[in-house]
T-cell receptor, first 115, second 116 residues
Framework: DTEVTQTPKHLVMGMTNKKSLKCEQH?????MYWYKQKAKKPPELMFV???????INESVPSRFSPECPNSSLLNLHLHALQPEDSALYLC??????????????FGDGTRLSIL | AQSVTQLDSQVPVFEEAPVELRCNYS??????LFWYVQYPNQGLQLLLK??????LVKGINGFEAEFNKSQTSFHLRKPSVHISDTAEYFC?????FGGGGNKLTFGTGTQLKVEL
């Protein structure tokens, strides 16, 4: 069982739809991350929230909009996605967002398919 | 800038045989090193980490890794693999001075396939 919970596990959406991915952790971690992973590739960092503030945006297109309502919850709002956005979206958390020495804990991801 | 190289994209091995998955890193500063495993249809799970101290690090599921600063390597080993070890393995490096997030740089991954 993972300590980072992501919902939904699978999502199929059209290019004009609006949907959201949800991530939740109850480990008291203060940094949360969104990654995109294509098949047979390593995860690519999208966003980092540290103490509920957006600290890193890896030049992600605006059709992806992150939100961190509180220290336990992270959302990724999706709008007008393209077929190339089909991927596994992983959420992770770590104790804090600085220092580099804290391992990240990953959820099992949401598999997103864009029709 | 940091980078991680995993020299082998695939490693086939028979059950109960030993295995080594290779990882080399480049960084101009001290680094923290991690190995993660990803089973099919799952997220990444931390196997082990090197932060400081002893260069031989033991992790979960019988895996260990040795940090070698002179060779800038952090190879993962297991003396006897099991069919359940079949998975993708990622080596990653973290910048200790990276503010605003523990940003990880991943290698391209090594697919370990254990055969009977």
């Amino acid at each position: 069982d993972t300590e980072v919970t992501q919902t939904p596990k699978h999502l199929v959406m059209g290019m004009t739809n609006k949907k959201s991915l949800k991530c939740e952790q109850h480990m008291g971690h203060r940094a949360m991350y969104w990654y995109k992973q294509k098949a047979k590739k390593p995860p690519e960092l999208m966003f980092v929230y540290s103490y509920e503030k957006l600290s890193i945006n890896e030049s992600v297109p605006s059709r992806f909009s992150p939100e961190c309502p509180n220290s336990s919850l992270l959302n990724l709002h999706l709008h007008a996605l393209q077929p190339e956005d089909s991927a596994l979206y992983l959420c992770a958390s770590s104790q804090t967002g600085t220092g580099g020495n804290q391992p990240q804990h990953f959820g099992d991801g949401t598999r997103l398919s864009i029709l | 800038a940091q980078s991680v190289t995993q020299l082998d994209s695939q490693v086939p091995v028979f059950e109960e045989a030993p295995v080594e998955l290779r990882c080399n890193y480049s960084s101009s500063v001290s680094v923290y090193l991690f190995w993660y495993v990803q089973y099919p249809n799952q997220g990444l799970q931390l196997l082990l980490k090197y932060l400081s101290g002893s260069t031989l690090v033991k992790g979960i599921n019988g895996f260990e890794a040795e940090f070698n600063k002179s060779q800038t390597s952090f190879h993962l080993r297991k003396p006897s693999v099991h069919i359940s070890d079949t998975a993708e393995y990622f080596c990653a490096v973290s910048d200790p001075f990276g503010g605003g997030g523990n940003k990880l740089t991943f290698g391209t991954g090594t697919q370990l396939k254990v055969e009977l």
